[in-house]
């Protein structure tokens, strides 16, 4: 039943932050927040010292892509892949969502340029992030 709760919630918000970003490319804040509140909530019992260390490479992780990528991903996705190690706590497989959600994200950019003839340079990313890190819920 718990489960169950997890899942609804999880869907909930993934959602209206996808609807969010996917409208005005933006992730608010507060939505991330209460996704983070709930997700601390629905996993409570996965806490122990490597999910300590998977926030950490996370956290690493996320700074490095900022600066490589010169701020283009968004400050949103950033926190967002972050928020996602409470749901994924060890560091290998959230680097497995992490990488499908890039894989979903560059198949969906590659297909609506062939639809369109032309790229606009930015997707509203948190679809992809969602639906690639929905198997460790």
């Not at 560091?91 to 890039?102: E, I, K, N, Q």
């Not at 198949?107 to 639809?115: E, G, N, P, R």
């Amino acid at each position: 039943m718990f489960e169950l709760f997890a899942l609804g919630g999880y869907l909930i918000s993934a959602l209206l932050i996808s609807w969010s970003d996917i409208k005005n490319r933006i992730i608010r804040n507060r939505s991330l927040a209460f996704f983070a509140i709930f997700s601390i909530l629905a996993n409570l019992k996965s806490f122990d010292s490597g999910a300590l260390i998977c926030v950490g490479l996370t956290t690493f992780l996320m700074i490095a892509a900022h600066i490589i990528f010169n701020g283009r991903i968004g400050p949103g996705d950033l926190k967002l892949f972050w928020v996602m190690t409470i749901w994924a706590p060890v560091f290998t497989g959230w680097l497995v969502y992490f990488s499908w959600s890039w894989i979903l994200g560059g198949l969906f950019s590659i297909a609506s340029s062939l639809y369109s003839r032309k790229f606009s340079g930015s997707i509203p990313f948190a679809p992809f992030i969602f639906l690639a890190f929905l198997a460790s819920v």
